[in-house]
């Protein structure tokens, strides 16, 4: 076996062990398919690349959407495209907070709504019938919605009176719909009625 075989192999198991040692090589030692073998260990190390190519970052966001952070931040010369937006936000939903607003359109951010509500609260132009479905789904949906109008928050009460908690008054529209829907819950939530 040449030297320099057993060298690649001491460092494979030495990356194994502790992938972030990628940061002590000397760079004759390092390649794309060295960094790639350290990110799927620890996908953060992609952060710590000088200057990778396209590829490279579609990699890392393969590993981990969030990684889309770096590109937005530190790697601006790669430009954000609509398959690495899609391929981030596919395995991590909170990485719809660095797509670019150029390419940021509803079936993207619906897309990590579904997988996670609570990013609704991020953003304040969201197609209704969306936020009226999602509130559908699951009236407790009603607290990731800014601003929600009485008619949304009185459709969620409906629903579930216990989304009262989520508001710190009722205005009287609110109240009238859980007097009639909910009077067993009014005692309990009329110290956030309103007159």
Not at 72 to 94: E, V
Not at 142 to 151: A, F, G
Not at 164 to 183: A, G, R
Request: glycine residues 2%.
């Amino acid at each position: 076996m040449h030297t320099e075989d057993v060298i690649k192999q001491r460092l494979l198991r030495m990356l194994v062990d502790d992938p972030t040692m990628i940061l002590v090589l000397k760079n004759k030692y390092i390649n794309d398919d060295l960094w790639k073998f350290c990110i799927e260990r620890e996908p953060s190390l992609f952060k710590e690349m000088k200057d990778p190519d396209e590829e490279m970052c579609l990699f890392a966001i393969n590993v981990d959407g969030y990684n889309l952070r770096y590109i937005r931040k530190k790697f601006t010369k790669i430009k954000i495209t609509n398959k690495m937006a899609y391929m981030a936000i596919s395995n991590c939903p909170k990485s719809i907070l660095f797509v670019p607003d150029n390419i940021l359109d509803d079936g993207l951010k619906e897309m990590a709504f579904n997988k996670d509500p609570s990013l609704m609260k991020e953003f304040k132009d969201i197609r209704k019938e969306f936020i009226k479905k999602k509130v559908q789904e699951n009236p407790s949906n009603i607290k990731y919605i800014n601003s929600p109008d009485d008619e949304l928050v009185c459709e969620a009460i409906k629903a579930e009176p216990n989304i009262c908690v989520y508001f710190s008054k009722l205005t009287p529209t609110m109240y009238d719909t859980l007097k009639t829907h909910h009077p067993q819950f009014l005692e309990l939530y009329s110290n956030i009625f309103s007159n």
